[in-house]
């Protein structure tokens, strides 16, 4: 084991691939002799080579059309959007081309997209978003989103490993302020399996990405009350793990869903949903939504705090989903 | 207006908390016209015993849950019209469904419009009020407690709760399936059960088809009414030689729960006092003919004394309260409830008067009279049995001066007015010496929960009842 940031942790997973697979290559805005507008793959163009480590053009559409034209031919191509809100660029070939290539030709297409997301430092509407949900959304595409360093590098090796597009969102919040021990070994973790953050036995919080740790220090004020909180980490939203979303929601009979995307078509309306549907009769009160407001991301820091569901809010929610 | 098409007739949903009914007695038997809104069954709840009226006009084509039988709310009963039913049980004789729907096309026949749902559900009001708002937050029943309810057959309104508004949560039930009463069995029927009810006389002739009349007729029932199947029981009882088994209904089963529950739950304590009802014999006998010439109600003495119960009840919030969980409830209303004796000694049921402080004596009098009439006549709906915050119970009707009555949970007390008998009494005459009087005296008990009120509060209380009964003042009540 070794002590790793969870930006850490993404470039070893990357790295541990590139080293063990000669397929995988990494393509994307400035990742080669800049290292990444993050950093994340800092001293991979010397390792690896300049063929293998591409500097792309300022065009995210050549970006993700490239890859999948290489996936088609056999290789396994992990492109980075420098923010995952420059994503929508690549819709079209995202979308319309990786996503159905398999369903039409029958064609694998294993690319990987690494997508930084995600807000809390003031980067505004165009550098802060979450947008997870719009392509939860589209049959054929995966939806991978980390919370934990040791989760980064498990679920971005099977994501490389996976003969499908994946949307691999890594939080830039956690980069550097989650350090945890993680396994210098290869290793990978699973799709579709949540990972049980903290069990408890009155409240059931389901969240992913950066949200886990609010969540988790929401839990933590309750603890005071004699509230017990348990916390889902979906991990992956597409496939996500409904069956332990099912069984956490009969244990404790009170689910509060939390993203940190937007609250109308988020991902967390398809949970409260399914849980209505499939967990009526376990259910001791309302589901629970806590997300942003419909607007874009602030700029302004008082703004943003307001938009981003902050530790406060998720207490507030859990406290009076405990007294419903 | 008679329907061709049929109309499923299901089991009521009487009251929130209620999940199943059992059948008691069919009024209509397969084959029989009916009209809707007429009765068409008789069922009983843990809550009240009630008549199932019939949806819609026409020929009662199918039954299919038999009397005795008890099944959860929504379950088809019956079927009125249409075809006759395919059913074996079912006679698959004359008349057709058409028959009958000729006899009631004519003009004479009140057009009377299905009514969309077999009984009017207690509608909420728009503009609740403080008690109705309590009883909202109290009754409203999630998903996963109806179901825990339902598993363990326990009544939800009997589980005291913790949640907002007094909502009984997941926690609550499930606490109270661990540490309550054990559930009733869910089926009563012993083995073998005798059909309860003769089948019905000799069915007058069928109108011809071509000649209708104003009068619908009962349409002839070409066989017996088929016989109840035998309803899977849950354990047999042995009756040695002599004796006879009788099953429990659904109200002896919820009586002999909630007297063991409350017994098992408050600490029971009776206090008695004397009051000398004379001057409420003076005005009793002055009202009465007034009361019952203009109103048509009777101003009984037990009428009196729940007019000063009410009263009195303002200065004892604590008596008029609950304890719910760890908290102490009172409230500003009293919802008087009254026991009354059902036909033949078989049942109790306690029909609440609500908000009875805005009641004065003639109120009171007409309110009584209306719940204990319906009471008897099983017209009650579910939610006027609920909510009482406290509850007379007057045995002295039959000549006894004393009882100790069990409370009904979760109110804190019980009053209990006994005989009116003459007695010796002393009392002073003009002069201040004492002589002996004849006097009208009625003994009064009050039992309470002691957990909550002690002693030196429940002999204030019944003090401060005697003198409003003793000095009753007519223009104050």
């Known amino acids: 084991m070794a002590e790793m940031t969870y930006l850490q942790a993404i470039s070893d997973g990357l790295r541990v691939e590139m080293r063990r697979d000669k397929r995988v290559f990494v393509i994307g805005e400035d990742v080669g002799v800049y290292g990444g507008a993050f950093k994340v793959t800092l001293g991979f163009q010397e390792e690896f080579g300049s063929w293998r480590v591409i500097d792309a053009p300022l065009s995210e559409t050549a970006i993700v059309g490239s890859c999948t034209g290489a996936a088609i031919m056999g290789m396994r191509p992990v492109a980075e959007m420098q923010f995952a809100d420059f994503i929508s660029c690549a819709w079209d070939q995202l979308v319309t081309v990786a996503a159905k290539q398999r369903y039409r030709a029958g064609t694998p297409v294993p690319i990987v997209v690494r997508l930084p997301s995600g807000g809390g430092f003031s980067g505004g509407p165009f550098h802060s978003q979450n947008p997870e949900s719009s392509f939860a959304h589209i049959a054929g595409l995966k939806v991978v989103c980390p919370a934990t360093p040791e989760d980064a590098k498990g679920l971005l090796i099977t994501a490389i490993e996976d003969p499908n597009p994946v949307l691999y969102f890594e939080h830039k919040h956690l980069y550097r302020r989650l350090k945890a021990e993680v396994p210098e070994e290869r290793y990978t973790v699973p799709f579709g399996k949540a990972r049980v953050h903290r069990e408890g036995d009155d409240l059931t919080v389901v969240t992913w990405g950066a949200m886990v740790h609010t969540a988790d220090e929401a839990a933590n004020a309750l603890e005071g009350d004699g509230v017990s909180v348990e916390i889902l980490d979906l991990r992956t939203l597409i496939p996500w793990d409904k069956k332990a979303v099912l069984e956490s929601a009969e244990k404790t009979s009170k689910v509060l869903v939390l993203h940190e995307d937007t609250r109308t078509g988020g991902f967390g309306g398809e949970i409260a949903a399914t849980i209505a549907e499939e967990a009526f009769e376990n259910l001791d009160a309302p589901i629970v939504r806590i997300a942003a407001p419909d607007t874009p991301v602030p700029f302004s820091p008082p703004l943003e705090k307001a938009f981003i569901p902050q530790v406060e809010d998720v207490v507030k929610g859990l406290k009076e989903l405990a007294e419903y | ?477």
């Open chain 2, 1 to 477: 207006m008679a329907t061709t098409e049929a109309v499923d007739v299901v089991m009521p949903q009487m009251g929130v908390s209620v999940s199943e009914g059992t059948i008691t007695k069919w009024l209509k038997q397969v084959g029989e016209q009916i009209e809707a809104d007429e009765s068409l069954l008789e069922i009983s709840t843990d809550k009240v015993d009630t008549e199932v009226p019939s949806p819609a006009s026409g020929v009662v084509t199918q039954i299919l849950v038999q009397e005795g039988e008890t099944v959860d709310v929504g379950t088809k009963l019956a079927v009125i019209g249409g075809e006759a039913g395919a059913p074996a049980e079912a006679p698959a004789a004359e008349p057709e469904p058409q028959a009958a729907e000729e006899v009631a096309q004519p003009a004479e026949t009140p057009a009377v419009e299905p009514a969309p749902q077999p009984e009017p559900e207690p509608a909420p009001a728009a503009a609740a009020s403080p008690a109705e708002a309590q009883q909202n937050g109290k009754s409203f029943v999630s998903p996963v407690v109806a179901r825990i309810a339902s598993e363990h057959n326990v009544d939800v309104s009997s589980v005291p709760g913790t949640g907002r508004g007094g909502r009984v949560t997941k926690k609550d039930i499930l606490d109270f399936v661990e540490s309550g009463p054990p559930a009733a069995p869910p089926q009563e029927a012993p083995p073998a059960a005798p059909p309860q009810e003769a089948p019905p006389a000799a069915p007058e002739p069928a109108p011809a088809p071509a000649a209708p009349e104003p009068a619908p007729a009962p349409a002839p029932a070409a066989e017996a009414p088929p016989k109840p199947s035998p309803a899977p029981a849950p354990e047999p009882v042995a009756a040695t030689a002599g004796e006879q088994l009788e099953p429990m209904n659904a109200m002896r089963r919820g009586i002999a729960e909630h007297m063991r529950r409350s017994l098992d739950t408050a600490a029971h304590v009776t206090s008695a006092i004397e009051v000398d009802m004379s001057r409420v014999v003076d005005i009793r006998n002055k009202l009465k003919p007034e009361y019952q010439k203009t109103y048509g109600v009777n101003p009984t003495y037990l009428i009196f004394v729940a007019r000063a119960v009410v009263e009195t009840l303002k200065k004892y919030p604590w008596i008029n309260g609950e304890i719910r969980g760890e908290q102490i409830v009172t409230r500003p209303w009293v919802n008087l409830g009254f026991a009354v004796e059902l036909a033949e000694g078989k049942g109790l049921i306690v029909p609440v008067v609500k908000h009875a402080e805005g009641l004065n004596l003639l109120g009171m009098a007409q309110a009584v009279t209306d719940i204990a009439e319906r009471a008897r006549n099983k017209k009650l709906t579910p939610d006027e049995v609920q909510g009482g915050t406290f509850t007379i119970t007057n045995p002295g009707g039959y000549g006894t001066f004393h009882g100790t009555p069990v409370i009904s949970q979760p109110q804190a007390g019980i009053l209990g007015t006994y005989a009116l008998v003459k007695r010796p009494w002393v009392v002073q005459d003009s002069f201040g010496k004492d002589v002996i009087a004849i006097r009208p005296i009625m003994n009064i008990t009050l039992t309470y929960d002691h957990r909550l009120v002690d002693g030196a509060l429940a002999g204030r209380f019944l003090k401060d009842l005697k003198e409003a009964l003793e000095s009753w003042d007519e223009v104050a009540y």
